[in-house]
């Protein structure tokens, strides 16, 4: 298996609700990662966890709140979005090997494309 | 701080052209370069990976190579398809002064790449 996996594909929600992202891979990675995409703009990095613990937070608003459970699954949970929170969820996954000579790239999902209303 | 730019920013060319798409780097200090391709709405399709050892990779009908010492690479297609019409994004991953590899990848802005029949 050499998938990210990402659910839902499509989801909208209002400002009030509260909706989680979910991503799982079966690669053995130990880095996962957030990132949002909006329209014609690159990705942008959210979070990284990297075996299991939060190792980066690029300044989310707390509105945005990651977990990753076990080394297969990363979540995103949402609540009180904004309209300007709109945009494509990318979930990545790489091998966070220590030291010089990283052999190993980035394997992305197919993303959550999230419409708040 | 690295900074990705890639050139063009769009580019339109007949089936069967073969074409150049261009990233160009700051700082010489990184781990390995990453190609993608992206299709509108969804997630990024890793297409070559080239480690900061390495001069080229190849697949397929896609060659990429790495000149690192001056910040940059390029990524060659040969006879180009319609199917082939999508965003291109290069993206490089630093060596960050914890000595770890996992961490933020710096993209392009990418280049749309438009074949027509």
């Known amino acids: 298996d050499t998938e990210v996996t990402q659910t839902p594909k499509h989801l909208v929600m209002g400002m009030t609700n509260k909706k989680s992202l979910k991503c799982e891979q079966h690669?053995?990675?130990?880095?996962m990662y957030w990132y949002k995409q909006k329209a014609k703009k690159p990705p942008e990095l959210m979070f990284v966890y990297s075996y299991e613990k939060l190792s980066i937070n690029e300044s989310v608003p707390s509105r945005f709140s990651p977990e990753c459970p076990n080394s297969s699954l990363l979540n995103l949970h949402l609540h009180a979005l904004q309209p300007e929170d709109s945009a494509l969820y990318l979930c990545?996954?790489?091998?966070?090997?220590?030291?010089?000579?990283?052999?190993?790239?980035?394997?992305f999902g197919s993303g959550t494309r999230l419409t708040v209303v | 701080k690295q900074e990705v730019t890639q050139i063009p920013a769009a580019l339109s060319v007949p089936e069967g052209e073969n074409l150049v798409l261009n990233c160009s780097f700051t700082?010489?200090?990184?781990?390995?370069l990453q190609w993608f391709r992206q299709d509108p709405g969804k997630g990024l399709t890793s297409l070559l990976l080239i480690q900061s050892s390495q001069r080229e990779q190849t697949s397929g009908r896609l060659n990429a190579s790495l000149d690192k010492s001056s910040g940059r690479s390029t990524l060659y297609i040969a006879a180009s398809q319609p199917g082939d019409s999508a965003t291109y994004l290069c993206?490089?991953?630093?060596?960050?002064?914890?000595?770890?590899?996992?961490?933020?990848?710096?993209f392009g802005q990418g280049t749309i790449l438009t074949v027509h029949p």
């Open positions: 700082d010489s200090a990184i781990y390995n």
């Open positions: 993206a490089v991953r630093p060596k960050n002064a914890g000595g770890t590899s996992y961490g933020k990848l710096t």
């Open positions: 990545a996954s790489s091998d966070p090997h220590k030291g010089q000579g990283s052999p190993y790239g980035y394997t």
């Open positions: 690669m053995g990675h130990r880095a």
